[in-house]
């Protein structure tokens, strides 16, 4: 394979995917995206040093880092850029299509300068309260597929005057993809999801959804209130199934037992189903859903694999997270912060989506020595290998950027090869 011919075809596509995605932005701005996307995908980092060291330009990196920054200021790039991928996105969400949504933070620890600077819970250490950011995020997949799409990644902090709850944020992220899917798709959320203000938004706009039940909520059930996790000690437990799941690279066995209740939210007519699986651990797995039950074996494990699904999705988080050092990031404004959540959402999204098959194998293949770490007991590795093959290309076949590609053309959307 000849790389160099690959890294020029890559930067191609890169340019083509930039000028689509930034196509409602300035002149400046769009050539900002170009070189953003181009640069955080060679580099790895989000550092605007970083970026700018890729640009094979003339200029001094410090001027180069400047223009970023005050390209990276203006307020409309995170919605211009989330409204440009959601709409290249859109297609690809069927009725069946599960948007799993996760809530993640962004921890500063040294940070003191940063604006809006607040407290989140450390999920990744001891739940230990620390400074930082609480991030949002939206992936679409389905259940038996390996392949996933990025729809949303926002970044918020309570200490923000625009902060009204994490209700709202949460609501927001519905809305928005919701509205550019034309309200198809799961929504499937964890624990978090639980919450009476998600319920009413999601069942009012009749939109399905797969969400983890803390246990302690009360459903009517038979015009009687009853506590949730009672029901679910009662719930006769009709099918049986063994599944293997990878937990800190080993894989265990899990003896599952499942059944459901027909439920109600108090206040809703809507009819729901409560499944119940008893094998994760002494408290049994709830999960509520508005999908209806018509063959108990069939659609229950569908329910089921649907929640599970989300497991694999939360490490495709730590890849965003880890690959493009996240943590590491330095712009101290608020709006640069939203914005660098919108640019890594182009990256992602062009790694996972806009890549064809042939070109993924190729960068995977060229560069397994070094992805091959990666490989075990990961479930989605070859976004890791993506990221580090990609990183690898551009480094040893460098190469200046083309002109960014003005579009108007809506059908050009689909010309990547």
Request: proline share 3%.
């Amino acid at each position: 394979m000849n790389f160099s011919h690959l890294a020029n075809k890559l930067r191609s596509k890169v340019t083509k995917f930039s000028g689509i995605v930034s196509s409602k932005l300035d002149k400046t701005a769009r050539r900002f995206i170009q070189e953003a996307v181009y640069g955080i995908i060679a580099s790895q980092s989000i550092m605007l040093t970083d970026i700018g060291r890729q640009l094979e330009s003339r200029i001094s990196l410090k001027k180069i880092e400047e223009r970023f920054s005050r390209q990276l200021i203006k307020p409309k790039i995170w919605d211009s850029l989330q409204q440009s991928i959601l709409s290249l996105a859109s297609d690809r969400v069927k009725e069946s299509t599960l948007l799993i949504l996760d809530l993640s933070d962004l921890k500063k620890k040294y940070a003191e300068k940063m604006e809006y600077l607040a407290t989140v819970r450390d999920g990744s250490e001891n739940g230990d309260i620390v400074d930082g950011y609480w991030t949002n995020q939206v992936v679409a997949s389905e259940v038996g597929s390996n392949e996933i799409t990025p729809l949303y990644f926002s970044l918020y902090s309570q200490e923000s005057p625009e902060f009204i709850s994490e209700n709202v944020e949460i609501i927001k992220a519905f809305d928005k993809v919701g509205e550019a899917v034309g309200n198809k798709g799961i929504w499937v959320i964890d624990r978090g999801g639980d919450r009476d203000k998600l319920y009413e938004s999601l069942l009012l706009k009749r939109r399905n959804f797969i969400i983890r039940l803390v246990g302690t909520r009360d459903f009517l059930y038979q015009g009687k209130l009853v506590r949730s996790l009672w029901l679910a000690h009662a719930c006769r437990l009709t099918q049986e199934r063994t599944i293997v799941r990878v937990v800190e690279g080993k894989e265990v066995p899990y003896k599952l037992r499942f059944g459901f209740v027909p439920v109600q939210l108090p206040g809703f007519k809507h009819p729901l189903v409560m499944i119940v699986v008893k094998g994760f651990g002494s408290k049994p797995m709830m999960l509520l859903t508005t999908l209806s039950i018509k063959s108990p074996k069939k659609d229950m494990w569908f329910i089921i694999s649907s929640y599970m699904k989300r497991w694999g999705i939360e490490e495709t988080i730590r890849f965003v997270k880890q690959t493009y050092d996240l943590e590491n990031i330095r712009v101290l404004k608020y709006v640069r912060l939203q914005n660098m959540m919108a640019l890594l959402l182009a990256v992602f999204y062009f790694i996972a989506v806009i890549l064809d098959q042939n070109q993924k194998l190729t960068i995977m293949a060229g560069h397994i020595l070094k992805s091959a770490k990666r490989v075990f007991g990961i479930p989605d590795f070859k976004y890791y290998a993506l990221g580090d093959g990609l990183s690898n290309i551009f480094s040893q076949y460098p190469g200046k950027l083309m002109r960014p590609v003005e579009i108007f053309d809506s059908q050009l959307k689909f010309g990547f090869g």
